[in-house]
């Protein structure tokens, strides 16, 4: 996956992330706190963005391909032309439903951003409620259901004006998400059927906790017991809960997190294959392979000879 535009590439050893999964890099500065992204995901990567969270209001729209999306306790799967709209402090992650790239765009609003010093009514009624997840809107817009909203159209022009920087720029964009706003208020109620909320900040920070403990054990034997404690659960209903939250088993979340990092030292070092499988939890190396292959479709051998000649082809260059 290649991010532009200042975005953490995927991230696999916390190099972007806290221990308790909280995304490290600033978006804006204490002047203009808010930021746009530009995130490429080529056809063989199978994970989108990694699990992580941040104090800012999340804008997202699809450009080309699809993903599925985790946050808090729902899962939405969201294609070209439509809008997600992802709360402040909730734990969110994607995954790819299908082969292809993938194209999206994030627009990241932090609350001193739209907040005034004044607490008039805006800031009370929409501003705060809204950053204090008091006020909510539907998760996802869809491509259908936007077409009498627009916030694609004024996201993308967001975007525009945010690279471009003409004079003024930064009144433009703060009107522009204003606006958004607005738009929110007048038409959400009357597309809300089926679309879903974000819900599930309690569940949220359990999950937040168990990723935080895989994160610092990955490599360490772990059992299913050891991980439902950490979320004080027991073991059936733990179970549940992570399906739920990740729509994985514990082992598949688990091993996802070993993957990641295998990815990581396939990508960054000269480590031989057994060395990884060792480094990265795995019983054995022919689990590690069998598990591998499974994911990715290749070996990690044949991940690190093959496909990663090939990843010129979206940096740029040709295979």
Not at 48 to 56: I, T
Not at 76 to 96: C, E, Q, T
Not at 193 to 220: C, D, P, V
Request: glycine share 6%.
């Amino acid at each position: 996956m290649k991010k532009h535009q200042g975005y953490e590439s995927q991230d696999s050893n916390g190099k972007f992330v806290t221990k308790d999964l909280k995304e490290k890099i600033q978006h804006g500065d204490k002047q203009f706190r808010m930021s746009v992204y530009k995130t490429y995901v080529p056809s063989f990567s199978n994970l989108v963005l990694y699990s992580h969270w941040n104090e800012e209001l999340e804008f997202l729209i699809i450009e080309e391909g699809s993903a599925q999306f985790y946050i808090g306790q729902e899962k939405i799967k969201i294609s070209s032309g439509d809008v997600l709209i992802i709360p402040p402090n909730m734990l969110h992650s994607a995954s790819r439903v299908d082969q292809g790239e993938i194209v999206f765009y994030a627009v990241l609003v932090h609350y001193n951003f739209l907040s005034s010093f004044e607490n008039d009514i805006i800031q009370s009624k929409y501003v705060s409620s809204l950053f204090l997840q008091q006020r909510q809107y539907p998760s996802v817009i869809p491509k259908d259901k936007d077409s009498q909203m627009g916030l694609f159209s004024v996201l993308k022009e967001i975007i525009h004006v945010y690279w471009n920087k003409p004079a003024g720029y930064e009144l433009k964009i703060k009107a522009m998400l204003f606006d958004i706003l607005f738009r929110l208020e007048v038409c959400a109620k009357d597309i809300d059927t089926g679309m879903g909320r974000a819900r599930g900040s309690h569940h949220s920070l359990l999950a937040i906790k168990l990723l935080a403990f895989i994160q610092e054990n990955y490599s360490k034997r772990i059992s299913l017991n050891d991980m439902a404690n950490q979320v004080n659960m027991n073991p059936s209903y733990f179970c549940r809960f992570v399906k739920k939250q990740f729509d994985l088993t514990p082992l598949e979340l688990l091993n996802q997190h070993r993957l990641l990092e295998a990815v990581n030292l396939l990508e960054t070092s000269d480590k031989k294959v057994v060395e990884i499988s060792n480094l990265t939890g795995f019983s054995n190396v022919n689990r590690f392979t069998e598990t591998f292959k499974k994911a990715y479709g290749y070996t990690p051998t044949h991940y690190r000879n093959n496909i990663l000649d090939c990843s010129c082809k979206y940096l740029g260059g040709t295979c």
